[in-house]
Nanobody, 122 residues
Framework: QVQLVESGGGLVQPGGSLRLSCAAVGSIFSINTMGWYRQAPGKQRELVAR???????NYADSVKGRFTISRDNAKNTVYLQMNSLKPEDTAVYYC????????????????WGQGTQVTVSS
């Protein structure tokens, strides 16, 4: 079993910053891609940013230039630095680990965190 443990959400004023962290714990051999998704009330879950084990990244257009995703492969941890936050960034943010292996020969599976609330409000 692999569990994703998220931290770093909270309440911040517009223009402020937050840093989210997500650590994958358990028996892990490799994780292909780690990423952050978000879901606002009444909306579908959407990709925010993701990063491969090799460091390739992609971002939603709405966060480009404001958010930065990074990853520590040795710690199986992904981070999301969020700057210049806007009220429309308010959502529950979910961590995702894609194509996880528990050994070199194991089947791959996906895993999701429990979500962390980010609220941007004055």
């Amino acid at each position: 079993q692999v569990q994703l443990v998220e931290s770093g959400g909270g309440l911040v004023q517009p223009g402020g910053s937050l840093r989210l962290s997500c650590a994958a714990v358990g028996s892990i051999f490799s994780i292909n891609t780690m990423g952050w998704y978000r879901q606002a009330p009444g909306k579908q879950r959407e990709l925010v940013a993701r990063i491969t084990s090799g460091g390739s990244t992609n971002y939603a257009d709405s966060v480009k230039g404001r958010f930065t995703i990074s990853r520590d492969n040795a710690k199986n941890t992904v981070y999301l630095q969020m700057n210049s936050l806007k009220p429309e960034d308010t959502a529950v943010y979910y961590c995702n680990a894609d194509r996880v292996r528990t050994s070199w020969a194991s089947r791959t599976f996906d895993s999701w965190g429990q979500g962390t609330q980010v609220t941007v409000s004055s």
